[in-house]
């Protein structure tokens, strides 16, 4: 019997998360069964449980995965040299919400796994390491943009803002990226006209 190649298991996979991915935008978590998820995927059951348990185990994958999105941002930012304003890093982290943000962007998986975390310890074990990643990104990056700083609040903050414009825009649907940019920058006392344009 030959043997799977690397390349095909990673795509098997990744074809199980997007499938999954589509389940939970389209009827929730909770309304989703794998059963659902395997149909939707085009796998049996057998070649689909090689690869997850449970829905708990997907949402995991599926988060893990797209958290590299937002730390490879933050990862390019630091590489910046001279280090960007404050408000070029925060428009771009605000762009990237925007970029995944369509009808089955993760963004808006994640507000489900955040209403999931408010009563799921497992699920507020996995926001809390993936939110605690990002905070010591952003931390590293406030260091370097304002060695003067406070790096744990600013990164703090920042991820509330970040989180804030998500909450905003899956929830509401009203807030625009430009007026939010402006009002970010009232709110620090300064705004770089290049904070709101260079990130497209």
């Known amino acids: 019997m030959p043997r799977v190649s690397a390349a095909?298991?990673?795509?098997?996979?990744?074809?199980?998360?997007d499938a999954a991915a589509r389940c939970f935008l389209r009827n929730g978590f909770h309304q989703t069964s794998m059963q659902d998820v395997i149909?939707?995927?085009?796998?049996?059951?057998?070649?689909f449980y090689r690869y997850?348990?449970?829905?708990?185990?997907?949402?995991k994958a599926i988060a893990e995965e797209k958290v590299g999105?937002?730390?490879?941002?933050?990862?390019?930012l630091l590489d910046q040299e001279p280090p960007p304003t404050m408000p070029v890093v925060m428009a771009e982290l605000i762009a990237q919400v925007d970029r995944n943000l369509g009808e089955e962007g993760p963004v808006r998986i994640a507000?489900?796994?955040?209403?999931?975390?408010?009563?799921?310890?497992?699920?507020a074990d996995l926001v809390g390491g993936i939110y605690g990643r990002i905070r010591d990104k952003a931390?590293?990056?406030a260091a370097k943009v304002d060695p003067g700083t406070?790096?744990?609040?600013?990164?703090?903050?920042?991820?509330g803002l970040v989180q804030g414009y998500i909450i905003q825009r899956v929830l509401a649907g009203r807030v625009d990226r430009e007026v939010y940019l402006k009002g970010l920058g009232a709110l620090m006392g300064r705004y770089g006209a290049e904070g709101a344009h260079e990130a497209r």
């Open 8 to 17: 095909h298991l990673a795509a098997r996979r990744e074809q199980i998360l």
């Open 39 to 47: 149909k939707e995927a085009g796998l049996s059951v057998g070649a």
């Open 52 to 59: 997850f348990s449970s829905k708990a185990e997907l949402i």
């Open 69 to 76: 999105t937002i730390v490879g941002t933050l990862d390019q």
């Open 111 to 123: 507000v489900q796994v955040w209403g999931e975390a408010a009563y799921d310890p497992a699920f």
């Open 139 to 141: 931390a590293a990056l």
């Open 150 to 159: 406070e790096p744990e609040a600013v990164a703090a903050v920042m991820v």
